[in-house]
């Protein structure tokens, strides 16, 4: 009586409805969901490839303004405009009569003015940019299976 | 029931054929050859844009690190040519014209190019440069003006490096200019170093498409052996010391004898570089001297030769000491006139000294003296002499454009030809050539080759590179032996002759308190007629101070008014030089500095 019963509970019209409508609004929730996750994903990508370009631009013209400050700095320090502000200052240049000679022990000199060392080319490879930024998901997957693969014989 | 129906498949019908109607529209879009060539002009328009890599050009820097050359910002002022209407093509050609100076009708010309953006079509053309070497103010006033004028949208700017030179005619003829590529002196020599290759490419303006960036490394720099104080106090003594004495060019090289680093090296003219090319090629003009179209020198020093005179007797002195021809103390009857190879020699003063000891020769330069001293040392050992001091060849030095001249001597006897007018060399020769006539070198190979004399008989390659900043780290340069042309003790004889032909003769070249060597040379100038009467070439070689030699100096100045005399023009020059060399190099008194080294 009671295998009746729950056979005829099971096949009610209104159980099987719900439970396609169910599958069905689960397909839906899962489309929408992976939809949105698509948007997402595409649009942050969308996003971070726009603020590469930016960054590029800006490191570019970093390069540029940075090249020209240490000039215009070097315009401001020229010889002519230093020995110019020297006179107006009042200086004249030193003749030997004016000039005191002292032994200073361990006096290593006049140094140089440090040179500005760009990174080497060696550095600049390591910034090389990996695969994972430029395959498609099929494209991981393929290269992943093949890799696997063969590590397997 | 029924009526409903009807409404519903109705509906739906209207449905299904509105989706069908989208559908037929999409195909016919996609398959359409018209919409296929706007989508394809208008998908590389969006997509695609060309783009230039710009290597950043390798500073140039003196031994202490001042900048000499680099690079300055400046922006290119054009428009995009899409958006240039009827409507604001006046005011644009109005804007810029006012803005840059442009004369309208070629601002309207860059303006009025045919807009093409396919990049593989030969006429391709999206953007027309019209002012090139825009300052950052006229940038800032088109942005100003385009927030109150929409029709001046279409302008718009790109920042690009333009080669400065800070101190504008400062070592001129040492460092070159750049223009498009390198030319003379450093720029031109090292121009494989300071840049590197450019590139461009199409660039994806597609946000999804990640593209590798070239990395376009900069180009190395290079740290010159130039002391820029000392190339700044030369210069301004040269130029002085030519106005005062009418020549017509002049030329001073400072070299460390021990290193052949070049401390200064200035010569007339010297162009301001911060301008174009064609401007600085103008302050070089081409003179018609003696028939022939000569274009100026960019770089005396290296690029100049000519015949240097008395200072030559040095080697002449050195091949008759080192060979055991002469000793210092050796005595030679001067009778002021010698017969050699059908040529008749005299003195410079025709006169006739008497009895004069090797030193008494070269204080008195006596061009008898040093024909005899060659005969001396015979002809073979003297011309093998001359070839170990290297006066038949370029110093290479590593600045663009050295010159040489054809040395006549046994080995190379018919260099122009075996045409029986060209210059050959005979036995005769030997008398010229023992006091500097008839042959014809450049200032940079008489100072190389002399500075051997005071480095212990070491010749050593003259150079202008102390390092070059590549790859994130300084390679320096190492100085080398070229050659050994005589011995050490050699050596110091011939500089303790010269101090004293100096002392003795009370030279207007002395300093105080310092010991130098050094020797005039006063010599006529060839033409195609013979020596020209009344001009001169007046030069100088000194070096100290003279028990340990910290710097060689040589001076050329061409066709003096003043005297033609090197002994009056330009032996007060080196001295005046010396003076200002010993404050800016640290160089104490000889007293002082004896008494320093007995201190430690």
């Known amino acids: 009586m009671n295998k009746r019963y729950t056979q005829a509970h099971q096949q009610n019209p209104w159980r099987l409805q719900i439970q396609r409508f169910g599958l069905v609004l689960l397909l839906l929730v899962v489309l929408v969901l992976s ?82 060392i760009p990174r080497s080319v060696a550095d600049q490879e390591n ?21 696997m693969l063969d590590k397997e014989g | 029931m029924r009526r409903e129906k009807m409404r519903f498949y109705f509906v739906g019908i209207a449905i299904i054929l509105f989706s069908i109607t989208i559908v037929f529209r999409l195909v016919q879009i996609q398959t359409d050859p018209v919409f296929q060539e706007i989508s394809e002009k208008v998908g590389n328009q969006a997509t695609y844009k060309p783009k230039a890599f710009e290597a950043v050009r390798g500073n140039i820097y003196d031994r202490w690190g001042n900048l000499l050359a680099g690079n300055n910002e400046v922006y290119e002022i054009g428009v995009t040519l899409n958006q240039i209407t009827e409507s604001n093509k006046n005011e644009i050609i109005n804007f810029i014209s006012s803005l840059t100076g442009l004369n309208r009708d070629y601002v309207r010309t860059r303006i009025e190019i045919p807009y093409q953006p396919d990049p593989l079509k030969e006429n391709y053309a999206v953007f027309s440069t019209i002012y090139r070497n825009a300052t950052e103010k006229m940038v800032e006033e088109i942005s100003m003006a385009q927030e109150t004028n929409r029709a001046l949208y279409p302008i718009t700017w790109n ?24 030319f003379f002196g450093v720029e031109g020599f090292y121009d494989n170093i300071l840049s590197t290759i450019e590139s461009s490419t199409f660039i994806s303006m597609n946000p999804y498409d990640v593209m590798e960036i070239p990395e376009i490394p900069h180009g190395a720099s290079v740290i010159l052996t130039i002391d820029r104080e000392i190339q700044a106090r030369m210069e301004e003594i040269l130029d002085r010391s030519i106005k005062n004495s009418g020549s017509s060019s002049g030329t001073v090289i400072v070299m460390d004898p021990e290193t052949g680093e070049i401390l200064a090296m200035a010569t007339t003219p010297r162009a301001n570089l911060n301008q174009p090319s064609e401007q600085i090629l103008a302050e070089y003009p081409t003179l018609n001297v003696d028939g022939y179209d000569i274009p100026t020198p960019f770089n005396r020093a290296i690029m100049q030769t000519y015949e240097p005179g008395s200072v030559f007797k040095v080697f002449t002195l050195a091949a008759a000491l080192d060979s055991g021809a002469v000793t210092p103390e050796t005595e030679f009857l001067d009778t002021g006139v010698v017969n050699i190879g059908g040529m008749t020699i005299y003195n410079w003063d025709y006169g006739a000294w008497g009895y004069q000891d090797m030193t008494g020769c070269m204080q008195h330069s006596l061009n008898v003296c040093l024909v005899w001293m060659a005969q001396q040392t015979t002809t073979k050992t003297f011309y093998e002499y001359l070839s170990a001091f290297n006066i038949d060849r370029k110093t290479n030095i590593d600045m663009e454009g050295e010159a040489s001249f054809p040395f006549l001597s046994p080995s190379n006897p018919t260099p122009f030809g075996s045409d029986p007018n060209a210059p050959r060399w005979y036995e005769g020769m030997i008398g010229p050539h023992s006091f500097g006539q008839g042959v014809s070198v450049t200032p940079i190979r008489m100072i190389t080759s002399i500075a051997a004399i005071a480095n212990d008989g070491r010749m050593m390659a003259p150079h202008i590179q102390k390092a ?13 032996i070229v050659s050994t042309p005589i011995k ?44 020209v009467a009344g001009q001169t070439n007046a030069s100088f070689v000194g070096w100290g101070p003279v028990d340990d030699p910290k710097f060689i100096v040589y001076i050329w100045l061409e066709k003096p008014q003043s005297s033609i005399w090197s002994s009056v023009v330009v032996s007060p020059v080196f001295s005046e030089i010396v003076e200002n060399l010993v404050i800016l190099m640290d160089i104490p008194p000889d007293k002082i500095r004896m008494e320093m080294a007995s201190s430690q």
């Open chain 2, 159 to 182: 920042g690009r490096l333009e080669r400065t030179y800070p101190d504008h005619r400062l070592g001129a003829n040492v460092l070159g200019f750049y223009s498009s590529g390198g």
């Open chain 2, 488 to 531: 050490p003790e050699t050596a110091h004889t011939i500089t303790e002759m010269l101090a004293v032909s100096l002392e003795k003769e009370a030279s207007d070249a002395l300093v105080e308190g310092y010991r130098l060597a050094g020797k005039t040379g006063t010599a006529e100038i060839p033409s195609r007629q013979g020596y």
């Open chain 1, 127 to 147: 910034f090389r940019m990996v695969p994972a930024f430029t395959q498609s998901i099929w494209d991981w997957l393929y290269q992943g299976t093949f890799i």
């Open chain 1, 35 to 116: 939809f949105f996750m698509n948007l997402n994903f595409t649009a942050r990508a969308a996003q971070a490839g726009v603020q590469v370009r930016l960054l590029e631009a800006e490191r570019e013209s970093l390069i540029r303004s940075i090249s020209a400050n240490s000039t215009n700095l070097a315009l401001l320090t020229s010889a002519t405009t230093m020995q110019n502000r020297a006179k107006e200052l009042g200086f004249v240049p030193a003749t030997r009569a004016d000039i005191e000679y002292l032994y200073i022990p361990n006096y290593i000199g006049k140094q140089p003015e440090p040179v500005t």
């Open chain 2, 468 to 480: 070059v900043v590549q790859d994130g780290r300084i390679r320096y340069y190492n100085p080398k």
